[in-house]
């Protein structure tokens, strides 16, 4: 009796410490052996515990879950000293946390939150508390560990790829390039006494074409938010209306032969990027990155190419609060070295980390016209101006980001030709500036490509075709018409759209961004070249504003090719091995890559439901090699799974399904 007594005493005891400990910070003595000092935290059972740690593989710091708690808030913290260094806020509500786990390099953090619908992997960089990406998981993992070259974290048992993070994990920032002009063909210094060829080379960085860049200047659907928000609510690109609206425009434009568009990002900074009360700016709002995301993936539907301009030279204008809404004003982000680098460091760092290998991206626009901003002969448009040389290390200081954290170019607008003078020195990839001046003779012979990035469409001496004849003779690299949206006395771009859609069809061997530089010629006594049996890939429409040329002669039926084997470069192949799926990322997320691999031609690319990021959770060939689907994820409606289908004979999207819950079981769309 006495034994059995204290059993029971003893049991009481533990029961009320247990519960006299519960929800108090957990001590490194509690943890399991996988969190005392190591780099990851798991949960076995539940959640992380309340106060683990997880120390980085340097030995420096360590982070761990904040209060409040279940909304995705990880501190990082000096190990030495205990000192708070920063907070990476995931904003969310009631979303347990799972898993932290710091990269080998001890750059990059793992978060990993599940909640009632579902969960995600975000991807946070150590240094600045900035998200570099998220991807969705279809399970309830408990732990994490990052793979052995970075690439990838594995998720209990299945591998879970991190697109976002390029071909490293964690690439170290490439060193700032000097001011010493180089070439956008090699990036080698180029001497300034010798010119330029008149193109840009423009699409995989492996395998670039020259082309002259022929587009529009959209500029903007709402200007200065069409990416954030602001006091007056959120109407930007990846709002419902907004992004139905840019959708119809995209197609108008590709219809009409438009190869390139040159959008305003920041404008005057009305909406983003985020100022504190200080003036300095603190990063992107929660709307940012699904606009941008939603602007990306249209560009990548209607195979449009972007030139982001970041600022207006309207930036500096003096202060105007409208219903609540800052506009202008904000002369100190470019004269306040302070203010200057907290833009460098939490923004534009971030969204060149984030943006900077995306194909459909062509060059990152310092500021439009900024001599308006200047005090300068001809400058001073604007209420505050600043000192050009204040100006010209803002653009020096932001062409070296672009040049580190990106693979793509750096430009600047200037508001006349004779200003391009103002940044020679820059490190610039293109020259750029407008014409507006009736008698402009629009020269363009520099030591760099140049391009008109605007003219009028519209109270001009010149008609379209006159223009765009006259830069392309002077050895310009490209030309922008003003302007599709900006509704202004100098543009109508819809009104000589059929006259713009004809000479760029008429140029197409020049501009055509991702067509051979030249045709194939065959020899005069054999038939031409086959016809590919597949249609392009339905991402990537050719303009119809011109009739096609035919072909005089018949097309010869090719001869059957062998049946290939097997590749291992991708996931899945069809029953009669002919068609092969891959992965590939896109600015809209990880889609399936169909090839045909008898004629080595692509044949589609599939697309989620929705033009936001997302991840294809499963595909698979028809039985009767004529069909592919493809499965993608969503839970803001209940968890489902939506189903698109496509045609392997014209690449196009056939039909699609809805299934409910998560399966990856896409055969039976076939059963």
């Given at each position: 009796?006495?034994?059995?007594?204290?059993?029971?005493?003893?049991?009481?005891?533990?029961?009320?410490?247990?519960?006299?400990?519960?929800?108090?910070?957990?001590?490194?003595?509690?943890?399991?052996?996988?969190?005392?000092?190591?780099?990851?935290?798991?949960?076995?059972?539940?959640?992380?515990?309340?106060?683990?740690?997880?120390?980085?593989?340097?030995?420096?710091?360590?982070?761990?879950?904040?209060?409040?708690?279940?909304?995705?808030?990880?501190?990082?913290?000096?190990?030495?000293?205990?000192?708070?260094?920063?907070?990476?806020?995931?904003?969310?509500?009631?979303?347990?946390?799972?898993?932290?786990?710091?990269?080998?390099?001890?750059?990059?953090?793992?978060?990993?939150?599940?909640?009632?619908?579902?969960?995600?992997?975000?991807?946070?960089?150590?240094?600045?508390?900035?998200?570099?990406?998220?991807?969705?998981?279809?399970?309830?993992?408990?732990?994490?560990?990052?793979?052995?070259?970075?690439?990838?974290?594995?998720?209990?048992?299945?591998?879970?790829?991190?697109?976002?993070?390029?071909?490293?994990?964690?690439?170290?920032?490439?060193?700032?390039?000097?001011?010493?002009?180089?070439?956008?063909?090699?990036?080698?210094?180029?001497?300034?006494?010798?010119?330029?060829?008149?193109?840009?080379?423009?699409?995989?960085?492996?395998?670039?074409?020259?082309?002259?860049?022929?587009?529009?200047?959209?500029?903007?659907?709402?200007?200065?938010?069409?990416?954030?928000?602001?006091?007056?609510?959120?109407?930007?690109?990846?709002?419902?209306?907004?992004?139905?609206?840019?959708?119809?425009?995209?197609?108008?434009?590709?219809?009409?032969?438009?190869?390139?568009?040159?959008?305003?990002?920041?404008?005057?900074?009305?909406?983003?990027?985020?100022?504190?009360?200080?003036?300095?700016?603190?990063?992107?709002?929660?709307?940012?990155?699904?606009?941008?995301?939603?602007?990306?993936?249209?560009?990548?539907?209607?195979?449009?190419?972007?030139?982001?301009?970041?600022?207006?030279?309207?930036?500096?204008?003096?202060?105007?609060?409208?219903?609540?809404?800052?506009?202008?004003?904000?002369?100190?982000?470019?004269?306040?070295?302070?203010?200057?680098?907290s833009f460098l460091d939490n923004a534009l760092r971030p969204l060149l980390e984030r943006y900077g290998t995306s194909p459909w991206i062509?060059?990152?626009?310092?500021?439009?016209?900024?001599?308006?901003?200047?005090?300068?002969?001809?400058?001073?448009?604007?209420?505050?101006?600043?000192?050009?040389?204040?100006?010209?290390?803002?653009?020096?200081?932001?062409?070296?980001?672009?040049?580190?954290?990106?693979?793509?170019?750096?430009?600047?607008?200037?508001?006349?030709?004779?200003?391009?003078?103002?940044?020679?020195?820059?490190?610039?990839?293109?020259?750029?500036?407008?014409?507006?001046?009736?008698?402009?003779?629009?020269?363009?012979?520099?030591?760099?490509?140049?391009?008109?990035?605007?003219?009028?469409?519209?109270?001009?001496?010149?008609?379209?075709?006159?223009?765009?004849?006259?830069?392309?003779?002077?050895?310009?690299?490209?030309?922008?018409?003003?302007?599709?949206?900006?509704?202004?006395?100098?543009?109508?771009?819809?009104?000589?759209?059929?006259?713009?859609?004809?000479?760029?069809?008429?140029?197409?061997?020049?501009?055509?961004?991702?067509?051979?530089?030249?045709?194939?010629?065959?020899?005069?006594?054999?038939?031409?070249?086959?016809?590919?049996?597949?249609?392009?890939?339905?991402?990537?429409?050719?303009?119809?504003?011109?009739?096609?040329?035919?072909?005089?002669?018949?097309?010869?039926?090719?001869?059957?090719?062998?049946?290939?084997?097997?590749?291992?470069?991708?996931?899945?192949?069809?029953?009669?091995?002919?068609?092969?799926?891959?992965?590939?990322?896109?600015?809209?997320?990880?889609?399936?890559?169909?090839?045909?691999?008898?004629?080595?031609?692509?044949?589609?690319?599939?697309?989620?439901?929705?033009?936001?990021?997302?991840?294809?959770?499963?595909?698979?060939?028809?039985?009767?090699?004529?069909?592919?689907?493809?499965?993608?994820?969503?839970?803001?409606?209940?968890?489902?799974?939506?189903?698109?289908?496509?045609?392997?004979?014209?690449?196009?999207?056939?039909?699609?399904?809805?299934?409910?819950?998560?399966?990856?079981?896409?055969?039976?769309?076939?059963?």
């Amino acid at each position: 009796m006495q034994i059995t007594q204290f059993v029971l005493r003893l049991s009481l005891l533990i029961a009320l410490a247990a519960f006299a400990c519960r929800g108090q910070p957990v001590t490194g003595a509690t943890l399991g052996p996988s969190q005392q000092g190591a780099s990851c935290v798991d949960s076995p059972r539940g959640s992380v515990p309340q106060g683990a740690r997880a120390s980085s593989p340097d030995g420096q710091f360590y982070a761990q879950e904040v209060e409040p708690l279940l909304s995705g808030r990880v501190a990082i913290f000096r190990l030495e000293t205990g000192e708070l260094l920063r907070v990476i806020d995931l904003r969310e509500r009631n979303n347990d946390l799972k898993a932290l786990c710091w990269s080998p390099d001890s750059r990059l953090l793992a978060i990993m939150l599940h909640h009632g619908g579902g969960g995600y992997i975000a991807i946070a960089e150590a240094a600045s508390a900035s998200v570099l990406g998220r991807v969705p998981i279809t399970r309830w993992y408990h732990s994490l560990r990052w793979s052995a070259d970075g690439t990838s974290l594995l998720a209990e048992d299945d591998a879970i790829p991190m697109p976002f993070l390029g071909p490293t994990q964690s690439p170290a920032p490439r060193a700032a390039p000097s001011p010493t002009a180089r070439s956008v063909a090699t990036g080698r210094p180029m001497p300034t006494s010798e010119p330029a060829p008149p193109r840009v080379p423009v699409g995989p960085t492996d395998a670039r074409d020259a082309r002259f860049l022929l587009g529009v200047n959209y500029p903007w659907h709402h200007y200065g938010h069409d990416f954030g928000t602001t006091a007056w609510g959120h109407d930007g690109a990846s709002a419902t209306q907004s992004r139905q609206a840019i959708e119809a425009d995209f197609a108008f434009l590709r219809e009409h032969g438009v190869q390139v568009v040159r959008w305003f990002l920041f404008a005057d900074g009305r909406a983003a990027p985020e100022f504190d009360a200080d003036g300095q700016v603190t990063g992107f709002d929660e709307y940012f990155h699904a606009d941008l995301g939603a602007v990306l993936g249209l560009a990548e539907q209607y195979d449009l190419r972007l030139i982001l301009v970041l600022f207006n030279y309207q930036v500096a204008d003096q202060p105007q609060v409208v219903n609540g809404v800052q506009l202008f004003g904000r002369s100190r982000l470019i004269s306040d070295p302070l203010i200057r680098q907290s833009f460098l460091d939490n923004a534009l760092r971030p969204l060149l980390e984030r943006y900077g290998t995306s194909p459909w991206i062509i060059a990152w626009e310092v500021m439009s016209e900024p001599e308006g901003a200047m005090t300068i002969p001809g400058g001073r448009w604007v209420g505050d101006p600043v000192d050009p040389a204040a100006m010209q290390a803002f653009v020096r200081e932001v062409v070296e980001y672009i040049h580190a954290y990106s693979t793509q170019y750096a430009t600047v607008g200037s508001a006349w030709r004779d200003a391009l003078d103002y940044w020679k020195g820059s490190g610039l990839d293109l020259y750029q500036y407008h014409s507006y001046e009736p008698n402009d003779p629009l020269e363009c012979g520099l030591d760099k490509p140049v391009i008109v990035g605007e003219f009028p469409t519209a109270a001009a001496t010149r008609t379209l075709t006159e223009y765009l004849d006259t830069i392309l003779r002077s050895g310009c690299a490209g030309a922008l018409a003003w302007s599709y949206r900006a509704e202004d006395e100098v543009s109508d771009f819809r009104g000589v759209a059929a006259e713009f859609a004809a000479w760029s069809a008429a140029h197409e061997v020049e501009v055509r961004i991702g067509a051979p530089q030249t045709q194939p010629t065959a020899p005069a006594e054999l038939p031409s070249p086959p016809v590919p049996t597949h249609a392009a890939p339905v991402a990537t429409p050719v303009p119809t504003a011109a009739p096609r040329p035919t072909v005089a002669t018949p097309v010869p039926t090719p001869a059957p090719a062998p049946t290939p084997t097997l590749d291992n470069r991708y996931s899945l192949h069809s029953p009669d091995r002919r068609y092969a799926a891959a992965l590939v990322t896109a600015a809209s997320g990880v889609h399936y890559r169909v090839d045909d691999l008898t004629t080595g031609h692509s044949v589609l690319t599939t697309r989620a439901q929705y033009p936001t990021w997302n991840t294809v959770a499963a595909g698979a060939f028809s039985p009767d090699n004529t069909r592919f689907a493809a499965a993608y994820h969503y839970s803001h409606d209940g968890t489902y799974t939506w189903v698109g289908i496509w045609s392997l004979a014209s690449g196009e999207l056939a039909g699609s399904r809805i299934i409910a819950g998560w399966t990856r079981d896409v055969t039976q769309v076939f059963r």
